[in-house]
């Protein structure tokens, strides 16, 4: 399954209504990235590294579930991206495993750890210095 030089391990896209695959979203996982790519003739796209990934969420709403679809939110310390949503994509929960299984080989590629991304970014983008305060 290669394609612009990628070996794609899962993809899928956004599904709309009734579950059908309607949209110019597709989502695609490679062995050390998360893509994500929007838009039809003005394409978008949107990569993650995997092992700057720190949590993911899934959530089952009833109308996804009648349809066999899930969304995934990644939270990530990626700078121009920190939080993503894999949004109504088909066995939501075998993606987080795959997902799971592919962040802690990157982690361990690379021997990181999710507590050592911790500390990076003040807890404001206009708390330059931590203290609380907004700085100009």
Not at 45 to 58: A, F, N, S
Not at 73 to 81: A, E, G, I, L, R
Not at 101 to 127: A, C, F, L, N, W
Request: glycine share 6%; hydrophobic share 30%; with cysteine.
């Amino acid at each position: 399954m290669a394609k612009d030089n990628f070996e794609y391990v899962w993809t899928d896209k956004k599904r709309t209504l009734f579950g059908l695959p309607l949209s110019f979203t597709r989502y695609y996982l490679t062995e050390t990235k998360l893509i994500c790519r929007y838009g039809l003739l003005n394409i978008e796209e949107d990569e993650i590294d995997l092992y700057k990934i720190t949590d993911k969420r899934l959530k089952l709403s009833f109308w996804q579930r009648i349809f066999g679809c899930g969304t995934i939110h990644v939270c990530s310390k990626d700078t121009d991206s920190p939080d993503k949503e894999l949004v109504s994509i088909k066995q939501p929960r075998e993606v987080m495993q795959l997902l799971d299984k592919y962040v802690t080989e990157q982690r361990d590629r690379y021997s990181i750890r999710g507590r050592d991304m911790y500390g990076g970014m003040p807890h404001h983008p206009h708390d330059m210095d931590g203290d609380g305060d907004f700085d100009e």
